[in-house]
């Protein structure tokens, strides 16, 4: 069994987020099957019928194709130990929201939600979007507090950097005017989200802090990224998964190998933009059927256990490195939320065994608690 595929095995994964998170979404469901990188297209693609066998739910070509903030897109892949869901959202809090998440409160809870929503927050519903978004941040991560089960893992996306220059379906004539100075809003409502996520118990993951020097990744237009980085991405992911399960990664160096195969000759982010055509949206049924024929199904009993407990890793303190004149005054103090060190163990008292601090995100609360193992949870 691969082990991406023991991981993740009878477990419900929820995506949440812009295009940035559709892609986390399409390069989970990659690898999941085989170890490949995205291909240009595919990361350029949106609303397609179908993805490397999963199937498009509601919106997307089955409505219509266009860049505003109405646009919807859900997307599912599903198999006998593994079902996987995208939701394309544009603001953290809005009706839509809220039906997503009365999905997570009539049907299955999912056991890990990957979520992140700010580029579309800040700019395209106020230009005084500050106190909007933090109150939306406030409901949100309340509401879903309150639906999910205490072993459900919730991680914050930190948005990740932003270009001087933004090109492309994303930034309409209505908004071109904010090109130049949204790079350090997004720097202002990553410090909002974090600090909020990590106050209401939730993990954060700063996206922002680990590619703030990878950014020859970054694509044309400014916002997007290439099939490198996202491989990046779903690697910090899956570690940060397999600690909060206390899942020990067995032979890194063989899962990293897996996990990060050649590019083709003929695979260049280079020559990649943004470029989806424009056009009104129609109207889009509320009603969702995640449940269509099951796709091939690959079974996933015959690989080893996996061993409970946590890998160890050396911990070095570091801190970002921006430069104090790119940022606005306000700004200047601007530090990643992955120095604050914590300490892991059996209990909390201070004779507990020291676990370093976890480099990739800001804090974990606690570890946690699996349910029983399921037999056929994705059976209808």
């Not at 266009?66 to 892949?77: D, K, L, M, P």
């Not at 939701?87 to 299955?108: H, N, W």
């Not at 916002?223 to 910090?236: D, E, F, G, P």
């Not at 091939?296 to 104090?324: D, I, L």
């Amino acid at each position: 069994m691969r082990p991406v595929a023991q991981l993740l095995h009878n477990k419900f994964v929820v995506v949440l987020g812009d295009s940035i998170q559709r892609s986390v979404y399409k390069d989970l469901v990659l690898i999941l099957q085989r170890d490949s990188y995205l291909s240009l297209s595919q990361l350029k693609t949106k609303g397609e019928f179908s993805f490397e066998q999963d199937c498009l739910v509601e919106g997307g070509r089955l409505g219509q194709m266009n860049n505003g903030t109405a646009y919807r897109e859900v997307r599912q892949y599903r198999t006998d130990h593994n079902l996987v869901r995208f939701y394309f959202v544009t603001q953290v809090f809005s009706r839509y929201m809220e039906s997503i998440l009365a999905d997570f409160e009539q049907g299955i809870k999912p056991d890990l939600v990957i979520v992140n929503s700010c580029v579309w927050d800040i700019s395209r519903y106020s230009h005084q979007w500050a106190s909007e978004y933090k109150e939306n941040l406030n409901k949100f991560f309340r509401k879903l507090k309150a639906i999910l089960p205490e072993e459900s893992l919730v991680v914050w996306n930190m948005t990740m950097p932003l270009g001087k220059k933004i090109v492309g379906g994303f930034l309409v004539p209505e908004i071109q005017h904010m090109g130049p100075t949204l790079r350090f809003d997004v720097i202002e409502a990553n410090y909002f989200g974090a600090t909020l996520a990590n106050n209401f118990g939730f993990d954060v993951l700063d996206l922002h802090f680990q590619f703030r020097f990878s950014l020859q990744h970054r694509m044309h237009d400014g916002v997007h990224w290439n099939s490198v980085a996202h491989r990046k991405i779903t690697c910090l992911i899956l570690e940060h998964v397999a600690q909060a399960w206390g899942v020990e990664l067995p032979k890194l160096d063989q899962i990293n190998a897996e996990t990060h195969p050649p590019l083709r000759e003929n695979h260049s982010w280079q020559t990649a933009t943004s470029s989806a055509p424009a056009r009104y949206q129609g109207s889009y049924s509320n009603q969702r059927c995640f449940y269509p024929p099951v796709m091939p199904a690959t079974n996933y009993n015959n690989g080893p256990v996996w061993t409970q407990g946590q890998r160890m890793r050396q911990f070095s303190g570091f801190g970002s490195q921006y430069s104090n004149d790119d940022l606005p005054p306000h700004l200047t103090c601007y530090q990643s939320f992955e120095r604050e060190a914590f300490y892991r163990g059996a209990n909390n008292s201070p004779a507990a065994p020291y676990w370093p601090v976890n480099n990739l995100v800001m804090k974990q609360k606690r570890r946690k608690p699996q349910k029983r193992e399921r037999q056929h949870p994705y059976r209808y």
